[in-house]
């Protein structure tokens, strides 16, 4: 469709094959896709959900049938992207239309995708189904599915270059007009703007632009604080094409930086070179972090780090596996995870840098092009 890009030569039948299989191990014959992220890398279908209770349509999926219900604001659009699905179109809401899809694909053990429904939404499907169809038996698929998209293929990781290489070249366009009395808000729309004129389909997530103090907002939103010389200026954004994901965080300063942000940076740059080393298959992802937090744990800025260090990226600029102490997940060939350590200090400000990694058979590849030695303008 006009206005919507997407990836070519996706191999469609290989991921639902992929995903009947764990359907069987997990003696499943039927699951419901409710999210717009899976929906997509299983049907090809871009329609997009609003609000938690505004649905583009669901994907029932058993080992014969392929169904994609949705409603009129997409039924054409389903039925020229989804070209492997049979495509209905519901009147009201899928809660009421289930229980009859359902019986027409013989469903008995069906899986869904709980982690997507909201309370409200599950309690409606179930209910719904109990009234009509008593002997369907429900679970979560959630499992499963968490790990469907963990790995990339070769058509997705050039996608995410691209993607990366789009944002990335606007970043080092915006570092020549960035000037004191700049804001965060000017900043970020400028970034923004340019990321879509050399084009990206959309952000892959709000930027954040943090100057001064509010860099010790991991998270901080863009306000009309103006950049001043000798502070840190923190830039994390990404774009996204054809369905694909870029995340990059840079930290640079306006003159001459003073020793706090010096020593930090150079702590963070090496925490970083040292995690990014150790990224190999077989390594567990908790020990990327920890590997990271050591380094930086054993300097002056110890207890600065909160967060996890890295999460993957691919449709969605969060998904799995998660680079966390918590995340006891093999790293495999093929997934491709972000690897972003910072220190922030209250009243002082803070530094992250963020790099895009693809496990390979042979260790790792860092997919950004922008060099962290130039960070003062």
Known sequence: MKGITRLKNIDLETRIENLRREMQQADTDTVIIFSDENRRYLSGFTGSDGNYDESAGVLIITSTDLLLATDSRYDTQASQEATLYNVSCYKENISKELPLLLKSVNSRKVGLETSRLTVEIYDKIKTKLKEESPEIITSSAD???????????????????????????????LRTIIHEDMTEKEAAWLLEKMIRENGADCLSFPTIVASGKNCALPHAIPGERKFNSNEPLLFDFGAKLKGYCSDTTRTIVIGEPDSTFKEAYDTLFHAQKFAVEAIKPGIKCSEIDRVARDYID????????????GHGVGIAIHESPRLSKFDDTLLEAGMVVTVEPGIYIPEWGGIRLENMICVTDEGSEVLNKISYDDYII
Do not use: P, V, W
Not at 151 to 159: L, Q, R, V
């Open 143 to 173: 499992k499963f599915l968490k790990t469907l998209r963990i790995k990339k293929d070769n058509n997705e990781i050039e996608a995410i270059k691209k993607s990366l290489a789009i944002s990335e070249q606007a970043f080092l366009k």
């Open 298 to 309: 054993n300097s002056k800025f110890t207890g600065r780090f909160g967060h996890s260090l």
